[in-house]
């Protein structure tokens, strides 16, 4: 899979540490819901960092279009969210993976679950099965520490037939919600999810933990484990 120049179009904040870029990658071919892309960064030095980044939309060949949380301490991801430019240059290959993806001519209904910056791939998924006219069902549920930590805020609470959205809210939830904070619950993914006899496929993406517990709770309800997907990532050593 080889590299390929990419040049920053576009850039937008979506919370206080994080930001989406729109990338022209000259030759990239289009990728499906739920694939990632390896981005890498080179000092003037010659020093080189790698990593991966979820895709937040798909179906466009030479574009790549990646939101990035800001890590504290992190090498890379600070600086593509505080620093980087629109007209900066840099190199992308992917797009990468064919198991955590979603694909317009699935029929079944879908439950996304998403961790924090999980979100990105599933709204990839939401966002290809609203460009391909899909009438497959969707069910969101998404757990973010706070309404300001949301990505897609704006996007997400705009009418979408098919696509129902549950928020979690784990540290501060906001005024008049009818759940208190707390971390994601069996309830929660119940109540927001598919009762399992409807053979859902699930997307499971975000912190290590958090993924593990998910689908731990979907398993607890009877959901079928192999038709359970997960991806989740951690810092990076």
């Known amino acids: 899979m080889p590299w390929r120049r990419a040049v920053v179009l576009a850039r937008r904040t979506e919370t206080a540490t994080a930001a989406t870029l729109l990338l022209h990658v000259e030759g990239q071919p289009a990728a499906t819901a739920g694939q990632r ?13 790698d990593r991966e980044y979820s895709l937040a939309r798909a179906g466009e060949p030479d574009r790549a279009e990646i939101t990035v949380q800001a890590i504290d301490g992190g090498e ?3 600086f593509l969210v505080d620093e980087l430019e629109i007209g900066s240059e840099l ?20 439950l996304l679950v998403a961790g924090g910056s999980g979100i990105v791939p599933l709204m990839a998924m939401v966002r290809a099965r609203r460009e391909a006219g899909s ?42 919600s009818r759940r208190p904070a707390g971390r994601l619950t069996v309830a929660d993914v119940n109540t927001g999810g598919w009762p399992p006899d409807f053979a859902p496929t699930a997307y499971i993406c975000g912190p290590t933990g958090f993924v593990e517990s998910a689908a731990d709770m979907l ?19």
């Open 37 to 49: 892309v390896e981005i890498r960064l080179t000092a003037e030095d010659g020093y080189t960092a």
């Open 76 to 78: 890379v991801s600070p």
């Open 91 to 110: 190199q992308v290959r992917g797009p990468i993976g064919g198991w955590f993806v979603w694909r317009p001519d699935q029929t079944e209904p879908v």
């Open 135 to 176: 009438k497959a069902p969707f069910r969101l549920v998404y757990s973010v520490r706070s309404r300001e930590e949301m990505f897609y805020r704006s996007e997400l609470r705009m009418p979408d037939p098919g696509v129902d959205v549950t928020e979690v809210y784990t540290r501060e939830a906001p005024e008049g």
């Open 219 to 237: 398993l607890a309800l009877g959901h079928d484990a192999r038709r359970i997907r997960t991806e989740r990532f951690g810092p990076t050593s």
